[in-house]
């Protein structure tokens, strides 16, 4: 088969990791909007706003835009609440020829003040979309009048598709979460206590990881934003430590809460076993002056992970020498995953993600195993290319990387917002093992148009 050539201007983003290059400095690209035509896996500024957001199950999350912004987020994604379900109705105020040329700020009055009155939200998050950006409607003049007149908070997030990465997306929602922390009460708050930020309850990921944190003696105030409630964010300011997931999303907000409150971060993954006892044992290590919390959470440890080990080692077994392809949203996930893969005798050839920084890509570059690709912002072409090069069985990534793998016959398993098997957690592990070596082993690969033409 032919070399699958590169966009010249995508070269700074993509390294290979190899004895011969090892030799010049390492000096990755990222950080920078997508190339114009190279059709990018990263999603807009907006959708990096909803997912931070959208989580919060008793706001109203109302989309200023054309329809199609709001279908991209069509109750497709698995963020799980415990109560309300409001956050999974996508409203949108369906701006069309004649908002656009006119203004939609009429059009955004009514939908805020209908939609309030039926649905009586918490609080209220209306998302700029590019065509808001464009047309330039007064987005925070509407939410201010909504918000005199129905009394609830109505925050506007200026997540504008064009206005730069999905982190700025992040960026965004951080900016309207801060602006709900410090207007609730902290009675009741003890000194062991967090928040856990960027963690979205995902398959019930957060109930999980909650629970193992208060099994250790340690009180959760808040999750920002997993199966959160506008009332819990209000008092996090309340915490005395906020534990961040997920390398970008939310630091925005840690580091405003750190200078605003005081409240010290640390960061934290939950997936597989070393990072998810890593974050435990930090939490009880911050928390010194009670030493019963390190205790309670080495027990946590030992016993979950001797309940998992037995049936990790079996799949081990059938896994060992298989070759994956990690391309994930945050780098700080694939970092965990490495670590996950590893442990079943997995080799990883590729590592991407869409926002890692460049330290991301340092900490990425030093973990890895010599010929790794590593990717930053890549793109479905060079994706293939390098899943076929590098011979991988499986790709873990999101839905837009699903048929990638598909197309080239290989494994694929869902490690994105849309999935609905939870993979945190010391249970989590055990769900990734059993649906990597589903997909791993599947004799369907046999009958890829792409393998039988290789046989
Ligand atoms: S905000 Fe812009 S880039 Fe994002 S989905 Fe809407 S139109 Fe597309």
Redesign the pocket.
């Known amino acids: 088969m032919t070399a699958i050539p590169i966009l010249k201007q995508r070269e700074q983003q993509i390294y290979e990791k190899g004895e011969a290059k090892d030799g010049r400095p390492f000096d990755m690209a990222c950080d920078r909007h997508s190339l114009a035509g190279s059709v990018s896996q990263r999603a ?4 990096g706003s909803r997912v931070v957001l959208y989580p919060i199950a008793d706001a109203l999350h109302l989309i200023h ?2 329809i ?2 709001a279908a ?1 987020t069509w109750d497709i994604r698995g963020a799980l609440s415990s109560g309300p379900q409001l956050h999974r109705m996508s409203f949108s105020t369906d701006l069309r020829e004649q908002q656009v040329i006119f203004g939609g700020e009429k059009r955004l009055y009514q939908a805020l003040c209908d939609l309030i009155d039926a649905y009586r939200p918490a609080a209220a998050f209306v998302y700029s ?3 808001v950006g464009i047309i330039g409607d007064d987005v925070e003049a509407v939410c201010r009048r909504v918000s005199r007149e129905k009394g609830i908070d109505v925050l506007p997030v200026h ?4 206005r730069g990465t999905k982190k700025d997306g992040y960026r965004a929602a951080c900016d309207a979460l801060f602006k709900l922390v410090g207007t609730g009460d902290t009675v009741g708050i003890q000194p062991a206590s967090i928040n856990i930020l960027g963690e979205f309850n995902i398959a019930g990921e957060a109930w999980a990881i909650r629970d193992y944190y208060e099994r250790m003696g340690v009180q959760v105030v808040s999750v920002m934003t997993g199966d959160s409630r506008v009332a819990e964010i209000r008092r996090a300011h309340g915490a005395a430590l906020n534990v961040v997931q997920c390398s970008g999303a939310m630091t925005f907000l840690a580091e405003r809460m750190t200078a605003e409150y005081g409240i010290p971060f640390i960061r934290a993954s939950y997936f597989g076993i070393e990072d998810m006892a890593k974050a435990l044992y930090d939490v009880a290590a911050h928390f010194r002056f009670d030493p019963t919390l390190q205790e309670r959470a080495e027990t946590l440890v030992r016993d979950a992970v001797n309940g998992i080990m037995p049936e990790l080692l079996r799949i081990k077994a059938d896994l060992a020498g298989k070759r994956a392809a990690v391309y994930v949203g945050g780098a700080f996930k694939a970092f965990s995953l490495i670590k996950a893969l590893r442990l079943l005798g997995m080799r990883v050839v590729l590592a991407g993600s869409q926002t890692g920084n460049s330290d991301d890509y340092q900490t990425l570059r030093d973990m890895c195993d010599p010929d790794t690709v590593i990717l930053d912002d890549a793109n479905p072409l060079e994706l293939s290319k390098y899943v076929i090069e590098k011979g991988a069985d499986l790709f873990i990534g999101g839905v837009k990387e699903r048929p990638i793998a598909f197309k080239l016959g290989i494994g694929f398993c869902d490690h994105n917002h849309e999935r609905k098997i939870s993979l945190a957690g010391f249970e989590g592990m055990l769900h990734l093992a059993r649906e990597i070596h589903t997909t791993v082993t599947s004799p369907v690969w046999r009958f890829a148009p792409f393998r039988c033409k290789k046989e």
């Open positions: 807009c500024v907006f959708c835009g054309p199609g912004c991209y979309t590019c065509i997540s504008e598709g064009f």
